[in-house]
């Protein structure tokens, strides 16, 4: 397995008679398989909330989305699974899939009671998960129908970084109208993974299997993305890095010197991670200049190696004495993503402070940005909203749930 690494500029040109130049640099990364290996080792643990919110039907759904996930690992695989309510019990002890038939029997016994500690929970999968964690896919599934009530959000949010640390993936799964997606969307782009809604129990088992789908296609894992730039370049001082897919996440820079690294986490065989980056570019003599160079390094656990670097991948524009612009396509699409997202971020925070004018005009224009895109599922539920606000009406927890979601992905593609 190595890694594909691909650039596209918003314009490789500049005007060679201009002080300064702002451009936004997209990386495509992902997994390149280079035979025809089966899927890595999986070692996942579910953490399944049993509150007694998720009585009756929720409950049985969860535990039907539960024993397919059971039903699909394969030998070579591990699984554990925690369950919590106001506590947490490790019910599969991390363990090689053998005999599937006593793990389902677990899971079937669960009955729901008690309250919510989503972070006893994590700490228990994070513990579980870290005990066998080397050379496979570690991914924990968190499922949560209600707010931290008996548990800290700070400390959840710790525990997402710890996993990060740990190489641990994190997706979160927010169950019904009555979850925090502040704090699940925090969970999750920490570690690197995705936010799904089950708005509806009959919903849980597409997601489950949606969540498994991806884990199964990921090809590289503990990836890190360095970019070094050259002199006359700089980032962009507002939010200059953000993730654009699978999920739309605003990502934190450290500059060290003219470096930077972020940790990607797990590469997908079949969807790139892309990478928007916003810099500005100091004048230039006319000719070809290198402005940047970008590098992975990563963990490759079909093949036991750890700490591979890809090449170094330079990144030029030509500065023009006499300027022609060469726009890309690609990254303007990107671009677009990105302000849907952000649109979207503004729209809750007006809505937030009362401002319902403002929100619904930032939600009719993050539908439009979303429309130019393709997504016509995402500008529906987004154009739904705002029409809502316009006529006087309250946005449910469901309404909300469904506009971060719209916000951070493309539906149509989920």
């Known amino acids: 397995m190595k890694v594909g690494l691909q650039s596209y500029l918003s314009d490789s040109n500049i005007d060679a008679q201009l002080n300064t130049s702002q451009r936004q640099l997209s990386l495509a990364i992902s997994a ?107 991914r924990l599934f968190l499922l949560t129908d209600g707010e931290n009530e008996h548990g800290d959000n700070k400390r959840c949010l710790k525990l997402a970084e710890l996993a990060a640390e740990y190489n641990i993936t994190i997706d979160a799964l927010g169950f019904g109208e009555h979850w925090n997606q502040d704090v699940l969307e925090q969970i999750s782009d920490s570690a690197q993974g995705t936010l799904a809604y089950i708005e509806k129990p009959d919903r849980a088992v597409f997601e489950f299997q949606r969540l498994f789908a991806r884990a199964q296609s990921v090809g590289l894992t503990n990836s890190y993305l360095t970019v070094e730039l ?10 200059p890095v953000a ?20 940790r990607l986490g797990d590469l997908m065989i079949d969807r790139p991670r892309i990478i928007l980056i916003n810099f500005y570019i100091n004048q230039l003599s006319p000719g070809k200049h290198k402005i940047a160079g970008v590098q992975l390094r990563y963990d490759d656990p079909g093949a036991n190696q750890e700490n591979l670097h890809s090449d170094v991948l330079a990144i030029e ?29 503004i729209a809750e925070t007006k809505l937030k402070g009362g401002d319902r004018v403002g929100a ?26 705002a029409t809502r606000l316009q006529i006087g009406k309250d946005l449910s927890e469901g309404d909300r749930k469904k506009t971060r979601l719209a916000s951070k992905t493309i539906l149509k593609n989920q």
């Open 317 to 345: 524009v030509d500065a023009q004495a006499h300027y022609f612009p060469y726009p890309s396509d690609i990254v303007q699409n990107h671009i677009l993503t990105l302000a849907k997202y952000r649109q979207t971020q």
């Open 243 to 262: 993730q654009i897919s699978p999920e739309t996440i605003e990502l934190t820079t450290n500059l060290s010197g003219n470096h930077f690294s972020i």
């Open 32 to 138: 390149v398989p280079e035979d025809t290996s089966g899927n890595l080792p999986l070692n996942l643990c579910l953490v399944l909330d049993r509150s007694g919110s998720m009585s009756e039907k929720p409950l049985e759904m969860v535990k039907e989305a539960a024993v397919g996930i059971i039903e699909k690992l394969k030998p070579g695989d591990r699984i554990s699974i925690v369950t919590f309510d106001h506590r947490a019990k490790v019910i599969v002890p991390n363990q090689l899939v053998n005999d599937i038939q006593p793990i389902k029997q677990k899971i079937r016994l669960m009955v729901a009671d008690g309250g919510t500690s989503i972070d006893e929970g994590m700490r228990l999968g994070i513990k579980e998960i870290a005990s066998h964690n080397q050379h496979c896919v570690s």
């Open 230 to 239: 050259m002199p006359k370049v700089r980032l962009a001082e507002l939010k």
């Open 360 to 385: 619904a005009t930032m939600l009719q224009t993050a539908a439009k940005t979303a429309l130019q895109l393709g997504d016509k599922q995402g500008a529906t539920v987004l154009q739904t909203n």
